[in-house]
């Protein structure tokens, strides 16, 4: 099966809890972020976006916070179900539209 | 799901035998990428594409080159594959402002 969880940092939480994934980027002209989901043999899927004028935006279920000063996003999720486990990425794409992914972090649902 | 399709889907090939993977869209989107996802790494961009005939470098780029002759299709060819190439491949699309759609991913083993 899929790997890509291997050697990633692991967030393991209770069915029920919130979650909350970290992610700092690295290009201060990056204007444009989006958080991704990745299960086990497929590709990323996306979830949430937020641009730089932006520092929160509400989807159903998840939030995403930028913090632009200390190049920081995270991912929030309420009310974490067994199907939100998976490898989570962060992403972000500056104007040359280059589009960087961070490291991932596998979250863990324990029912 | 977005109109992105990889093929081959799975490839084993011989350390020094050239190896091209294609990724085709249906979208008409101007900018396509691909990327490489090894255990512990994430996705690495290899090389994107901003338009016919114009490309760049990404992160892990040497021993890859691609080629874009029409909108629809964008190439990744190893000259000579390298064990060290072994890894799955993941191709992915976009428009300005927008989040990107990957396809399913290519499974390359180089023995």
């Known amino acids: 099966g899929e790997s890509v969880g291997l050697h990633l940092p692991t967030l393991s939480v209770q069915e029920g809890d919130n979650s909350i994934i970290n992610c700092a980027y690295s290009?201060?002209?990056?204007?444009?972020f989006i958080w991704y989901k990745q299960e086990s043999g497929k590709g990323p899927q996306f979830i949430i976006d937020?641009?730089?004028?932006?520092d929160k935006r509400q989807g159903q279920r998840v939030t995403v916070l930028l913090n632009k000063t200390v190049k920081h996003l995270s991912l929030q999720i309420a009310a974490t179900q067994p199907g939100d486990s998976a490898v989570y990425f962060c992403?972000?794409?500056?104007?040359?539209?280059?589009?960087?992914f961070g490291s991932g972090t596998r979250l863990l649902v324990r029912p | 799901d977005a109109g992105i399709t990889q093929s081959p889907r799975h490839k084993v090939t011989e350390t020094g035998t050239p190896v091209t993977l294609r990724c085709h869209q249906t979208?008409?989107?101007?900018?396509m990428y691909w990327y490489r996802q090894d255990p512990g790494h994430g996705l690495r961009l290899i090389h994107y594409?901003?338009?016919?005939?114009?490309?760049d470098k990404g992160e892990v780029s040497d021993g890859y080159s691609v080629s874009r002759s029409k909108t629809e299709d964008f190439l990744l060819t190893l000259e000579s594959a390298t064990s060290s190439q072994t890894s799955v491949y993941f191709c992915?699309?976009?428009?300005?402002?927008?989040?990107?759609?990957f396809g399913q991913g290519t499974r390359l083993t180089v023995v």
């Open positions: 992915a699309i976009t428009e300005p402002g927008e989040e990107a759609f």
């Open positions: 992403a972000e794409k500056d104007s040359s539209y280059k589009l960087i």
């Open positions: 979208e008409n989107h101007r900018y």
């Open positions: 937020i641009r730089s004028n932006m």
């Open positions: 290009n201060s002209a990056s204007d444009y």
């Open positions: 594409s901003y338009g016919v005939k114009d490309t």
